[in-house]
Each structure stands twice: as structure tokens, then as C-alpha cells.
């Protein structure tokens, strides 16, 4: 199976005033096979949005290495990481900070502007949305959907530019299980028709049956139950 990601010894440190370094990632090693989803548990503190970021080129490593699509992240430019952001990776986080003022259609279009595109862009919206079921509400405001749906328009923006991979950091939180179940389902499509890899952050202990991978973290390390 093809990696997109591979980590190798990947330790994190944040400085503390007057005392040791909090050591918040722990040699992880791990590999993210492309087109499939993986999914980061553990509790608050575990160190999982830590270790998103760094997979995400949000942050970098204190030591080891980080290979997407074998290229090393801490070797490259600020400059190229953020195209690799800007081209190759969406993000979704638990609040869902959808543009107030937008509606559905234009929030993901918005992104498709920051994403620099410019052919087609009606279409691929229009696309998105339909996606994740949202086609007949496209053009409500944010204050008029349910948390689930406005979590399925981040989804759309998410995905708008055709990302490589998406990185979802508790995106279901907030949502009651049922919900819960909908947002895991749309991204498990995402897999297997859009070949998208997606990472997905949560302690819910019950959307474990849907990944393909699983990590456990717990103090800044992997564990196996």
C-alpha cells in the first residue's frame, strides 16, 4: 500500500519559562497510506493536534523527520510548505469558522479564490456540496444550518481544490452521534471515490471501526491495545 506520509522519530518540545522543555511528542513513527482514512485517538492532552499540525506542515518537528510524498518537510522553504498547504491539503477543525456573511456556496467558492482557480469554479462548488448532500441548501447562511450541515460545507471547502489530503481535527466533537456517523461516512466516501487520504483527529471511541489505520496516542506516544 502507497504511503503519502511517513514520520521517523518525530519528537516535539515546547520551551517553558524557567523549567524543562514539555516533551509533547514522543519518537513517533507512523505511515499514512494514501487514499484511505487514518485516524488519530486519544484524549485531550494526548498530543494528537500537535502531531496534526506537524503532519500538515502547520508546525515543524524538534527532531526526526517527516516525509510527504517523500519529501522531507523540515528541509523545505516557508515558502513551499505553504504552497504545499495552499495545493495539496485541506484542513477541517472543530470549529467550523464558516464566513458569517457568506452562504454555503459562497464560503466554498471563497476557498476556491484563496486557492488561486479560477476555471469552473460554479461547477466544482456546485459538485462539493452535492457531495456531502448539502446540494438543496447551498445557498442558506451559516445561522440557518444545523452544526452538522455547516460542518459538511467545511467539508465541501475542504475538498474544493482537489487536495491530495485533508486533515480533520475533531470535526465531530460538537456533533451528536448520529451526526457523528454522517461526517465519518462522507469522509470514508471521500476515500473511496475520490481517492482523497484523510486523517481525522478524535476520542470518540466509537468511529474507531471506520478507519482504515488507527494510532492510539496517549502522553505523546503510540500505544497498543
Known sequence: MEQIIKTIGVNRYFPIPDGDPLHVL???????????????????GSGKTTLMNILGALDTASSGDVLFDNENLSKMSERKRCRLRRQMIGFI?????LIPTMTAYENVEYALRLAGIKKSRKDRVNECLKMVGLGPRMYHMPQELSGGEQQRV???RAIAHKPKII?????TAELDTNMALQIVKIFKNLTEKEGITVVMTTHDTGLMDFGDRVYELEDGGFVER
Open 26 to 44: 514522543k519518537n513517533i513513527n507512523m505511515e499514512i497510506p494514501q487514499g484511505k482514512l487514518t485516524i488519530l485517538r486519544g484524549r485531550s
Open 93 to 97: 477543525f472543530q470549529s467550523v469558522a
Open 154 to 156: 467545511a467539508i465541501a
Open 167 to 171: 486533515f480533520a481535527d475533531e470535526p
